[in-house]
């Protein structure tokens, strides 16, 4: 019920894309990054036709360093250092990612963290009201020193599938703009249909200057990500700083034609919507009035079951890991995210219903048992600064 963590959209191994990387592998599976051919070219102008507005792509390889390429193009073309993110949000594991990211256990660990950081709290109504984390948003862009960027995901998945109200892009828009800050929507693992559209900022009230893909982009077969970018940053995008030896390879541009392809014609996209509201239907009615459950939400096959103590803070590490192993030794494979205590439901886009809604079936059943157990003690997870 994960997806490698949103990476098999289209499923595990499936044919068509097997079948066009053997193809491709027997054919050319590496050229330098300054050569042209077929593939390369055919991705970008796929990809271009998704935005309204003409677009370049930086080439790259892992998430991670989508997210580089995409903070130095925004450094780079507002000539200003700052970047804010959102508590808790996880933007990749090199040094600049991190930092850029809010996960606080990540910060000062390999390098100290620093004035060009900063981190506002997420839209989270079960913790603060629109009101008060819009406002702290807006706080955070509008502050001293400029940011050069706002980075953020539309749904954030690894604070737990946390979903703000339109009227908060909005005002995160409005921010940017007043100072000249790009905003970047990293769309790692929220993209290529995994929300019911091919992007999930397309569902939200933001319009981005940068959009970072990766994971889904090739159904996991071969790495590959980017960065899209404006035409106009294109100027900014000079030099070996942006060059990356294994970036949009044949191999990987064979997999992620395979892929859109897949996503079209078997209507992937539709299907992830129309699969997810009946799961979030059948999750709220299997669930109502379990003492555990604070809320089950979601965008297409991109869902969250929070679950906290009856003081509404997280529950402890312990009983998630004993209600993922339970859900294991019954057949379902699922993850938590901590932070919030929320259990991931993230199926392949093709996931057949006869095995969707059983599984979902179990994952109630092992919640409903947890919640007969006696209150445990406060754990003590991370909660939003205030």
């Known amino acids: 019920m994960t997806s490698g963590w949103n990476v098999v959209n289209t499923g595990w191994n499936h044919p068509a894309i097997v079948e066009a990387v053997q193809r491709q592998a027997a054919r050319l599976s590496f050229a330098p990054s300054w050569c042209a051919y077929p593939e390369r070219i055919a991705v970008a102008e796929r990809l271009a036709g998704f935005f309204e507005n003409d677009v370049m792509v930086v080439c790259t390889c892992s998430g991670s ?34 930092l850029a990211g809010g996960v606080e256990r990540l910060h000062g660990i390999d390098l100290p963290s620093d004035q060009w950081h900063r981190h506002t709290a997420l839209p989270d109504r079960l913790r603060l009201s629109p009101a008060a984390y819009t406002r702290r948003a807006v706080a955070a ?38 100072v000249g800050a790009l905003i970047i929507v990293d769309e790692i693992g929220t993209g290529f249909g995994r929300t019911g559209t091919m992007f999930g900022f397309y569902q939200f009230p933001i319009h981005p200057d940068i959009v970072v893909i990766g994971k889904a982009m090739t159904s996991g077969a071969v790495p590959m990500s980017g960065a899209i970018i404006r035409a106009e940053l294109g100027r900014v995008v000079v030099g070996p700083a942006f060059d990356s030896t294994f970036g949009w390879t044949p191999l990987a541009c064979a997999a992620s034609l395979a892929t859109l392809q897949v996503l079209e014609s078997e209507a992937l996209l539709a299907r992830a919507k129309a699969l997810g509201d009946q799961a979030i239907r059948r999750l709220a009615d299997s669930l109502d009035g379990v003492r555990l459950v604070r809320e089950i939400r979601g965008a297409g096959l991109e869902i969250g079951i929070e679950l906290g103590n009856d003081d509404r803070q997280p529950i402890d590490g312990e009983r998630n890991n004993r209600l993922v192993q339970d859900a294991l030794d019954r057949g379902v494979f699922v993850e938590f995210s901590r932070y919030t205590s929320t259990l991931l439901i993230m199926p392949p886009l093709t996931i057949p219903e006869e095995e969707l809604f059983p599984a979902l079936n179990v994952v109630c059943e092992c919640i409903r048992e947890l919640s007969k157990e006696p209150e445990a003690s406060p754990a003590g997870f991370g909660r939003h600064s205030s």
Not at 75 to 91: D, I, K, L, M, Q
């Open 65 to 98: 360093e989508a997210v580089e390429a995409a903070l130095k193009v925004a450094r780079r073309a507002t000539g200003r250092h700052a970047v804010v993110g959102f508590s808790e949000a996880y933007h990749g594991s090199t040094l600049g990612s991190m």
């Open 141 to 178: 862009i509008t502050a001293d020193p400029p940011p050069a960027a706002v980075l953020m995901e539309v749904v954030f998945t690894n604070p737990g599938v946390i979903i703000g109200d339109p009227d908060f892009y909005r005002a995160v828009e409005r921010a940017a703009r007043s």
